[in-house]
Nanobody
């Protein structure tokens, strides 16, 4: 079973940057699309970004397009989320998760299509 651990969150001023990492262990990481979701207090868990198993395809939520970049290093079993031009509304707990289907052709963006959720990392953006 894949286990995921997120890191890299913190407190940053608006306009700043953070790089999140998600390290995987215990499974075949390189077979799965990997995703980032976020959840702010009182809100639903929201899709942020995903990257296909081979890194060839990516997808982003509308609210982060042009500011966030997802990448992966299959040799290190790690997926990254580079977050630039951060806004206070980006404040949330950020989670990574793996697709429930390996070698899926398309990128899915609904949380029910992902499992093995990490414990999350808090990102706080001050104005």
């Amino acid at each position: 079973q894949v286990q995921l651990v997120e890191s890299g969150g913190g407190l940053v001023q608006a306009g700043g940057s953070l790089r999140l990492s998600c390290s995987a262990s215990g499974g075949t990481f390189n077979r799965y699309t990997m995703s980032w979701f976020r959840q702010a207090p009182g809100k639903e868990r929201e899709f942020v970004s995903a990257i296909s198993w081979n890194g060839w395809r990516t997808a982003y939520g509308d609210s982060v397009k042009g500011r966030f970049t997802i990448s992966r290093d299959n040799a290190k079993n790690t997926v990254y989320l580079q977050m630039n031009s951060l806004k206070p509304e980006d404040t949330a707990v950020y989670y990574c998760a793996k697709d429930t289907v390996y070698f899926r052709v398309v990128i899915v963006t609904t949380k029910n299509d992902y499992d093995a959720w990490g414990q999350g990392t808090q990102v706080t953006v001050s104005s």
